[in-house]
């Protein structure tokens, strides 16, 4: 997937009528969806600064093959802007995350083939669904049980060392995600 720069990132919101705050993350979704990959971006936003890290807003073929069939599919976090719906916290009780603090609506993908498609079986609620990271040292290579429907940051030791001392120092209490399709 190619690197989005500030202005186009910019002109995409407007056209699609979404806000801008001062500090958000921003996840575009690639179209290849490769299989287990982190082939997806996100971008920090704060203020007229970007910062970008590799990732993934796909579950890893783990979740893919082994969903609660109870839930009716892995959970793929539906595209579109999801305005204060995390706040700092503990992802499973382990390390600081944006944890999900309000409800957002998700895929309910459920033919295991490892891509992650946008279904017809849609669910809005509370799912666990934080923003967190993948290797707290390395960079991984496959997403595999990193995701089962987060958005998952892998930048090893820069999640630790920028993503979340920036998100602390904001001073926000609630942080924006958007995703967006590979534009």
Not at 17 to 39: C, E, M, T
Not at 73 to 90: D, I, M, S, Y
């Amino acid at each position: 997937m190619r690197t989005y720069t500030y202005p186009e990132l910019r002109a995409e919101f407007k056209r699609l009528g979404y806000q801008w705050p001062f500090f958000h993350l921003i996840g575009v979704r690639s179209k290849a969806d490769l299989v287990n990959k982190f082939d997806d971006k996100f971008y920090l936003i704060i203020g007229g600064q970007i910062k970008e890290y590799e990732g993934t807003t796909n579950p890893g073929t783990y979740w893919h093959e082994n969903y609660d069939p109870k839930k009716g599919g892995v959970a793929v976090l539906k595209e579109g802007q999801w305005l204060n719906c995390w706040t700092l916290g503990k992802h499973r009780g382990l390390y600081d995350a944006w944890v999900q603090a309000k409800p957002v609506t998700v895929y309910r993908d459920s033919d295991k083939d490892g891509k992650s498609e946008k279904t017809e079986v849609k669910q809005h609620g509370m799912f666990g669904i934080n923003v967190h990271r993948a290797a707290q040292n390395s960079i991984s290579k496959w997403i595999d049980r990193w995701s089962g429907g987060c958005p998952v940051i892998n930048a090893g030791k820069r999640y630790e060392e920028e993503f979340i001392p920036l998100s602390k120092d904001s001073g926000q209490k609630f942080f924006t995600l958007t995703i967006l399709d590979e534009f």
